[in-house]
């Protein structure tokens, strides 16, 4: 019951599951975190065409302020926003588990409403196919982390958006662990229909957002919308930096869109945020010179 769903000062909805300032905190069992997320699809999709609200789902597990964070055995699917998100954490270890988006209904919500771009097609062996590409994200990003020392391996993802998107820390006085989302190792680990193996995105920002020392390894892509995708976003105000990542050993299986992409974010943020950048790089974009 989203009108039920309880709200911060800021009307917010509340995540469904949140850990804030711990220290070894462990997630583990063979069991599954359902997100039901369906309701919330269609509220972001309704709401932010018409320009009605903003877009302030929940995420399914939000880890905060944290130290040693363990991820294992576990299965989440279907939430209504991203489904792991950490900010401003460190030494964190997910492995062994899956995350899984119904894309069918995903996809046959937003043809309902229009908002896939279909085109023709062809895949490595030469088969013609239809291309649907989602104009509006419904950000049920896998795995977020704002993180200083990572480590995620032997994971599935298949989420019709980032599958893992390493969010870039500044050197803001509040935090308490993370200054830049650094000493990071993604490895031995396969990706369905998702959109990449993501760095950002990284605005500028007065305290330097930053994201740096970065590895994705021994990775399978099965048609992704995008394989590798490292990408900025624009402001007014501040600096960041990306440096030192590293691709490696990638197998990159008929790609939906862009199997490489490094640039500025091309979709818009669902509530109509940020500029959206479909055509770049045939078309000229606003992106950061600063980044």
Not at 142 to 149: K, N
Not at 178 to 188: F, P, R, T
Not at 196 to 208: K, L
Request: charged share 20%.
């Amino acid at each position: 019951n989203i009108t039920a769903w309880p709200r911060d000062a800021n009307n917010h909805s509340l995540d469904v599951i949140t850990v804030d300032s711990c220290t070894n905190f462990t997630l583990s069992g063979h069991g599954v975190v359902d997100g039901q997320g369906y309701d919330w699809w269609w509220w972001a999709i309704i709401g932010g065409l018409a320009k009605l609200w903003k877009d302030h789902r929940p995420h399914l597990l939000h880890v905060t302020r944290t130290k040693g964070i363990t991820m294992e055995y576990i299965r989440l699917v279907n939430s209504p926003q991203f489904h792991v998100k950490l900010d401003d954490c460190a030494d964190l270890v997910a492995r062994h588990m899956s995350i899984h988006v119904d894309v069918e209904r995903q996809k046959s919500m937003l043809r309902a409403h229009g908002l896939l771009r279909t085109s023709v097609g062809t895949t490595a062996g030469g088969r013609s196919r239809a291309i649907e590409i989602p104009v509006f994200p419904l950000n049920t990003d896998g795995i977020d982390p704002a993180v200083d020392g990572v480590h995620i391996y032997n994971v599935t993802i298949e989420n019709f958006d980032d599958a893992v998107a390493v969010k870039p820390c500044s050197t803001h006085p509040g935090n308490m662990y993370c200054n830049c989302s650094s000493n990071i190792l993604v490895e031995n680990s396969t990706v369905r229909l998702g959109v990449g193996m993501t760095i950002g995105s990284v605005p500028p920002n007065e305290n330097v957002n930053c994201v740096e020392n970065v590895t994705f390894r021994d990775i399978v892509f099965h048609e992704p919308l995008k394989g590798v995708y490292v990408k900025t976003n624009p402001g007014d105000s501040g600096s960041g930096r990306i440096r030192n990542v590293t691709y490696e050993n990638l197998d990159i299986i008929d790609p939906v869109w862009w199997g490489i992409y490094i640039g500025p974010q091309q979709q818009e943020q669902p509530g109509g945020d940020g500029p959206g950048c479909m055509t770049y790089p045939l078309e000229r974009c606003a992106t950061q010179p600063r980044v």
